[in-house]
């Protein structure tokens, strides 16, 4: 079936199956930020924003995403730069598998609330797993990005 | 010595902002179309002979490329291994690419092509597959002698005597001691006597398995994959394929995680057999529960310790018997065993004597792997448990114990093949191990007025840095024009951050901004020859080849510009911009220009480095736990480590190393099962069932260093990757222990067993 999805600000238009996840999507139309950690919706690799709400790409029909303003990372490098510069500096990227991923929700967390409490910081993240960097690296950057953000 | 300017320096991966913009890095984000997707078909009986096997209709459906089989593969040709080690190769040689006899369930059945992933999901389900099933072996403890023989072929082969006798399913055997241990233990006041069971645990690596294979310009196999070993793939390939070395390329991008999963070929044999025979590119992606069922864990062993120390707490003698599970096939199962006990015992400077003995046997389970810690963690929750087991025999602090008994610098290990301890702080660490979590002020015990109580425990540990007199690393440094360098290795940065601390070993030689030396890694054209990244050899191993090598090149820039200067080199000196001599000088910039103009002399330097010792690193964890002696449900609120990784290389990256060996150990502890169903299919075969820690999960993580000096590492360094596993399970063993008053002698530690344990002790 036809789709017509706007991507990073971008009219992208497809014949494809119904059943297609947005993530499969995503990735054939070269989105390569989007990653597949699991098929059981556990890992969070693959989140994007629909509307700027952090989403599992891997449990949204592309079909649905339809109307909704999709952004990967592709689209949302300097907010990427800004907040990443933190992590970089910690040495918490790490093999970086996660990095997209966590890096959308951080993205996400930010907007809705600029000075989050730390706990809230860790709940909301707590689906994007991390198998390297026992979590306090990035928690720490996310910490300190909060915290001259206050101060600037 | 002179002032660090580069090394031990927090600075930046030299790849993070591309990983945190989310930059295609990956294998999977690499290929190139137009691209075969490949998928594996696999048995559901752990062990069976495949009768008959019907492709036709899979065939036909439009789309498929082409259906393997185990009628394509010769079953009597020579077998090979997929584990990736040095030469001389420890393990069998058992595998064929598709065995007609399959022997777990998983085993691979028949290999599937087509042009997407739909049209080969439906062509897997229109495959018909006829069995005869066979018992299978599905407990480790009654694999010897067994009636079911796993591997009954004639063709099984050994390259190295490993012990084995593979009639009887015993794939491995060793044994090593000093003096009399029955005599020694008998004459002890105190002995503690258990046996330990921990199981084959994942690395949980977030990127799957990933292979990407494509035929060059010249005709040959080039595979881009996802893996710790580019030169170990290269042999492993034209071994499994029966073809020329030569014809073989392997290229390493970003490695989304490893652990030592990828130390072996889990998905690369296939794909390069698919490219090979249709000289088509081709990519196989495993799904996770391909990652959960059909790749590489950790050995599942069971540990018979015995621990004896004297009326005054002396340590005087260590007995463990260790028996691993190496699954189906062998792959690391010869070498994980030994480092359960020659990574543990050590520890304990003051015994008379000691005795390790292993068995390593084949079952009908998924074969096991290297998982960061390779036996040393198994070992180490034996023998730091049953400690802690003694020092509450004896009524004493388990700090205090160890403090009397660790190993000293300058003394010899006798369970560590003889070696001297050249560098060691793991007295400090401990001390300071148990001041960050408050162990004196505290107590082991305390109830909190909610009626929870929190617990003290502690642990220590140590690996290896590289395989002693067999590990190899490499190093190439050219200087360019504009005057910067090239650093080209084999080793594999697979998120540890390696080819930026190498990177800092290089700048600090030379004298230059990290921004003058350029990466890569890692490339079997391209890389001089690195055994890979496993072993905790990188920073050691590959480290003092760097430094090494950028030495030589140092001499070469200053015979170059004292060639330019008409000055004797060794009048010259070099400050990293500029060589001088006396009142003359030229810049780096124009000793690069020169070279490239009427010049006979290259400025690029190849060194080989390998260690005759593997020194150590050692840590100290101590851990809080609260418990709920309701509910059983126990947190770690704070864990506390401390390592003696010699010189930190880059002070960030093994803090987060350690950090995150600590998470996994956590994992491992309290929430990380692996069990079978009756057929011996996995059951925790998703992120659902098998539960890593979230960030939830892990309370604080507190890590500091005690850095000692190793002379045979870069700039002091030995390993940081691996030990930092070693202490969690362990230490958390013993604060469960305080908390609720029993010993748990299995992992993982649930919350139900502990809630059971205390309704049982209250019938
Ligand atoms: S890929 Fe794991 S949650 Fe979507
Ligand atoms: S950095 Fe590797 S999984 Fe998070």
């Given amino acids: ?152 | 010595m002179k002032e660090l300017k580069t090394v031990n320096k927090p600075v930046r991966k030299k790849d993070a902002m591309q990983l945190l913009t989310g930059q295609p890095v990956y294998t999977d984000d690499l290929i190139k179309e137009p691209c075969l997707i490949i998928k594996l078909l696999r048995s559901p009986h752990a062990n069976a002979i495949v009768k008959e096997i019907h492709t036709e209709k899979a065939l036909a459906l439009e789309g498929i490329e082409a259906v393997f089989t185990y009628k394509d593969i010769d079953q009597d040709q020579e077998r090979y291994t997929i584990a990736g080690t040095s030469f001389p190769e420890f393990a069998p040689y058992d595998r064929l690419i598709i065995d007609r006899h399959v022997r777990y369930v998983g085993d691979v059945v028949a290999i599937v092509v087509g042009k997407d992933e739909k049209t080969v999901g439906k062509a897997m389900k229109l495959i018909d597959v006829e069995y005869e099933v066979l018992d299978a072996v599905l407990d480790f403890r009654q694999a010897l002698d067994n009636k079911t023989i796993v591997h009954p072929e004639s063709n099984w082969k050994l390259p190295v005597d490993t012990g084995a006798d593979v009639k009887r399913n015993l794939l491995a055997k060793e044994s090593s001691s000093m003096g009399d241990i029955d005599e020694v233990l008998k004459k002890c006041r105190y002995v503690v006597d258990r046996t330990y069971h921990t199981k084959a645990t994942q690395q949980c690596h977030m990127e799957p398995f990933t292979t990407f294979c494509e035929i060059d310009p010249y005709g040959r196999l080039h595979i881009t994959s996802s893996t710790q070993i580019v030169f170990h793939i290269r042999h492993i390939v034209a071994n499994a394929l029966h073809i020329p070395k030569s014809m073989i390329r392997v290229s390493k991008p970003r490695v989304g995680g490893g652990f030592g999963a990828k130390q072996t070929a889990v998905s690369e044999v296939y794909a390069a057999f698919v490219c090979y025979r249709l000289k088509k590119a081709c990519k196989l992606v495993f799904t996770r529960k391909e990652c959960f069922t059909a790749s590489s864990p950790r050995h599942e062993m069971q540990m018979h310790v015995r621990i004896g120390a004297d009326e005054n707490g002396i340590i005087k003698g260590i007995d463990l018997h260790t028996l691993s599970n190496t699954g189906a096939y062998g792959e690391h199962g010869p070498t994980t065993v030994g480092l359960s006990g020659h990574k543990s015992i050590p520890l304990y400077g003051k015994q008379e004597a000691y005795r390790f003995t292993g068995e390593v046997v084949y079952t009908n389970h998924m074969s096991s792997g290297a998982y960061r810690g390779f036996g040393a963690t198994q070992g180490l929750f034996a023998v730091e448990s049953a400690v802690n087991e003694l020092a509450s025999l004896m009524n004493t602090d388990p700090i205090e114990l160890r403090l009397k008994n660790i190993v000293k610098e300058g003394e010899i290990m006798p369970a560590y093949f003889n070696e001297p301890l050249t560098s060691c702080t793991l007295d400090k660490c401990l001390i300071r191990a148990g001041e960050m979590i408050g162990w004196k002020e505290k107590g082991q015990r305390r109830i909190l007025d909610n009626g929870k109580i929190r617990s003290l425990g502690v642990a220590i540990a140590m690996q290896g840095s590289g395989i002693s007199a067999v590990d190899v690393g490499s190093a190439t440094l050219k200087l360019n024009e504009g005057g910067f360098y090239s650093l080209i290795v084999g080793s594999a940065d697979m998120g540890t951050g390696s080819d930026t601390t190498l990177s800092q070993v290089a700048a600090e030689v030379l004298d230059c901004d990290l921004d003058h030396i350029q990466v890569f890694s890692a490339d079997t054209d391209i890389s001089p020859y690195d055994s890979g990244s496993y072993a905790s050899s990188t920073a050691y191993v590959t480290g003092k080849a760097v430094e090494r090598c950028a030495m030589k090149l140092r001499e070469k820039i200053i015979k170059a510009g004292a060639k330019t200067l008409e000055c004797d080199p060794e009048k010259c000196e070099f400050d990293g911009n500029t060589v001088f001599c006396e009142d003359k000088a030229v810049s780096l910039i124009d000793i690069a220009y020169t070279s490239m103009v009427f010049n006979n002399e290259a400025l690029e330097v190849s060194v080989s480095n390998s260690s005759p010792t593997s020194p150590p690193p050692f840590m100290a964890g101590t851990c809080e736990l609260e418990t709920d002696p309701e509910t059983g449900e126990c947190k770690v609120i704070e864990y506390a480590g401390v390592v003696d990784c010699g010189t930190p290389l880059n002070p960030n990256l093994t803090r987060i190393q350690t950090e995150g060996g600590i998470m996994q150990g956590i994992g491992m502890a309290l929430s990380e099962d692996i069990s079978y169903g009756v057929k011996g299919n996995v059951i925790e075969n998703s992120f659902m069932e098998y539960k890593i820690p979230t960030r939830m999960d892990v309370g604080k993580i507190s890590v500091e260093f005690e850095p000692s000096y190793e002379d045979l590492g870069p700039f002091g360094a030995k390993s940081i990757g691996e030990v930092v596993i070693n202490t969690t399970a362990p230490a958390i063993q013993e604060a469960v222990y305080q908390a609720c008053g029993k010993r748990f002698y299995e992992l993982p530690i649930k919350a139900e067993d502990i809630a059971l344990a205390k309704d049982r002790e209250e019938k």
């Fill in chain 1, 1 to 152: 079936m036809r789709i017509e999805l706007n991507i990073n600000s971008r009219k992208v238009c497809a014949d494809i199956d119904p059943d297609m996840t947005l993530q499969k999507f995503l990735r054939e139309k070269k989105y390569y930020s989007v990653k597949c950690g699991c098929e059981t919706s556990n890992c969070g690799a693959c989140s994007v924003l629909l509307d700027g709400k952090p989403v599992l790409s891997c449990s949204v029909l592309a079909v649905r995403a339809q109307g909704y303003r999709i952004e990967t990372l592709e689209g949302l490098k300097e907010e990427a730069e800004e907040i990443g510069a933190f992590i970089a500096d910690e040495g918490a990227d790490q093999c970086g598998f996660c990095n997209p991923g966590f890096m959308i929700a951080a993205i996400a967390l930010f907007r809705e609330d600029p000075e989050p409490s730390d706990e809230k910081i860790r709940i909301y993240l707590s689906g994007n797993l991390c198998r390297c960097s026992g979590y306090e690296g990035q928690m720490r950057g996310l910490i300190k990005y909060r915290d001259q953000r206050r101060t600037a």
